[in-house]
T-cell receptor, first 112, second 117 residues
């Protein structure tokens, strides 16, 4: 079935270090969204990528969508303690109007 | 507060009991989604509505689960004959999808945490 794999499961970094989480699907995605969930909170939308090879930036965050639209990554430059939380990718497949398939998430902890 | 609201926030029930959760989406949003999230996992899609029509249901959704959105505004999710495996956070989300004014992001509510004893 349709499944979105996300690695790593956990990442511990020192404040100021970079962080990257990767998302992979065995079949082509229609688009991919990224969400952040703070401890004890609910997922909050970050961005959507639609086009093959698309790269989008939000301040220290860089999002990429692979050429084959099967993988994506989120890179955070110079992490801060406010970046702590779990980052989820969520893929949408063609033929599915509303169904988002979430990865298991990467839990980021930042040591000050 | 004009965000997505969910009630109750916590529910503890005994195995075999029925429970019902409510979700009030952002007022102008026509799509409403239900997800289930367990510890260490991402949200798992259950079902979604466009206005009052239930357009998609997960194949994993047991027939003990039923959702309604009778007037295209709030929604309820009922679980009958609860089992311990139903213990999870039940998240509701909404979005606005209508032609060229569509907004693709889903806005999540705070969730209802269900514990089945």
């Amino acid at each position: 079935g349709q499944q979105v794999m996300q690695i790593p499961q956990y990442q511990h970094v020192q404040e100021g270090e970079d962080f990257t989480t990767y998302c992979n699907s065995s079949t082509t995605l229609s688009n991919i969204q990224w969400y952040k969930q703070r401890p004890g909170g609910h997922p909050v939308f970050l961005i959507q990528l639609v086009k093959s090879g698309e790269v989008k930036k939000q301040k220290r965050l860089t999002f990429q969508f692979g050429e084959a639209k099967k993988n994506s990554s989120l890179h955070i430059t110079a992490t801060q303690t406010t970046d702590v939380g779990t980052y989820f990718c969520a893929g949408k497949y063609g033929g599915s109007q509303g169904n988002l398939i979430f990865g298991k998430g990467t839990k980021l902890s930042v040591k000050p | 507060d004009t965000g997505v609201s969910q009630n109750p926030r916590h529910k503890i029930t005994k195995r075999g009991q029925n429970v019902t959760f409510r979700c009030d989406p952002i007022s102008e949003h026509n799509r409403l989604y239900w997800y289930r999230q367990t510890l260490g996992q991402g949200p798992e899609f259950l079902t979604y509505f466009q206005n009052e029509a239930q357009l998609e249901k997960s194949r994993l959704l047991s027939d003990r689960f039923s959702a309604e959105r009778p007037k295209g505004s709030f929604s309820t999710l009922e679980i009958q004959r609860t089992e311990q495996g139903d213990s999870a956070m039940y998240l509701c989300a909404s979005s606005f999808n209508r032609g060229d004014k569509s907004r693709f992001e889903q806005f999540f509510g705070p969730g209802t945490r269900l514990t089945v004893l």
